[in-house]
């Protein structure tokens, strides 16, 4: 039997995993900061809350999708936070990216009110959150990630559950120093291609299919050459994942160069005022120190 879904948090890819739950029939209550993006979705028959306490009221399962870890911090634990209108035996799933550290305090406040917690953080950008396919990868216990499967299937295709709480957290930081690490190769592969008077676009098609090929290849690679600069994720929400990656590699006494150069390549782009470009944007940081432009 279907519980009753509570979502916090509709920016670029609440929007679609939202849409996806309700798509498949589930009874959805809805809160954002920003209430003209409630609107579509309540006349697509969800329910409007007042606040995350007030989302947490009206459900069993409360999932939360905001942008950092004061985000989620606020959401659920202050003034009018999710915690307030949690009953025992509730669950709360965290699909945000953010701090291990501060996710395990999080599961930790909410076992003294009875309730659960799993963190689920996701990958695929805004196409993966819009078609129901995205890379979820879940820390908590196993019993409430079966509770909660049927929600992950409809926002996500592939599922992992991870290990314990926290663990959903390190596995996505793991995922973005490929993300980022990928790109840059895919900038200098790009950025060399065009400075040896190839065409991009058969370029690709060559290399593509091989051991060179990626996701990032496939779906940023074409837009970087057409210079579509649009958000699936935008570089300044890398931004923030990039300084919980490198502040959870210094704990743990990891050198990670490959990340730490695009993190100040990034920067490099956020004092252009380009922080709101999609992460792939970061080929135009290797453009600005080539005096050269990538484009079909």
């Not at 290990?163 to 930081?173: D, R, S």
């Not at 990032?216 to 837009?223: D, E, K, T, V, Y």
Request: a negative charge.
């Amino acid at each position: 039997m279907s519980e009753r879904i509570g979502f916090i948090g509709l920016g670029i890819m609440g929007q679609g995993m939202v849409n996806n739950l309700i798509k498949a029939g589930h009874a959805v209550s809805i809160w954002n900061r920003t209430r003209s993006r409630m609107e579509r979705f309540i006349e697509a028959g969800a329910n409007p809350c007042t606040s995350p306490a007030d989302v947490a009221a009206h459900s069993e399962i409360v999932i939360t999708c905001v942008s950092d870890t004061a985000d989620v911090e606020e959401v659920i634990l202050r003034e009018n936070g999710a915690i307030y209108g949690i009953e025992s035996g509730n669950l709360v799933i965290d699909m945000s990216t953010i701090s291990p550290q501060m996710t395990r305090y999080i599961a930790g406040a909410l076992a003294q009110k009875g309730a659960h917690m799993l963190d689920a953080p996701i990958s695929g950008g805004s196409e993966g959150a819009a078609n129901g396919t995205l890379s979820i990868m879940v820390g908590g216990s196993a019993f409430q990630v079966e509770r909660a499967m049927p929600y992950f299937e409809a926002m996500g295709k592939t599922i992992t559950h991870v290990g314990e709480i926290g663990a959903g957290q390190t596995v996505k930081l793991v995922n973005q120093i490929l993300v980022v690490v990928t790109m840059l190769g895919v900038s200098e592969a790009l950025l060399f291609a065009q400075a040896g008077g190839l065409d991009l676009e058969k370029t690709l098609t060559a290399v593509s299919g091989g051991a060179a090929g990626s996701w990032m290849l496939n779906n940023r690679g074409p837009q970087v050459i057409e210079r579509d600069w649009q958000p699936g994720f935008t570089i300044d929400l890398q931004q923030k994942d990039l300084r919980l990656v490198l502040e959870a590699a210094d704990q743990l006494g990891v050198p990670l160069l490959g990340t730490s150069t695009v993190f100040n390549l990034y920067r490099s782009l956020q004092n252009q005022g380009l922080g709101a470009d999609g992460n792939h944007a970061l080929a135009k940081a290797l453009e600005n120190l080539a005096g050269i432009k990538i484009h079909a």
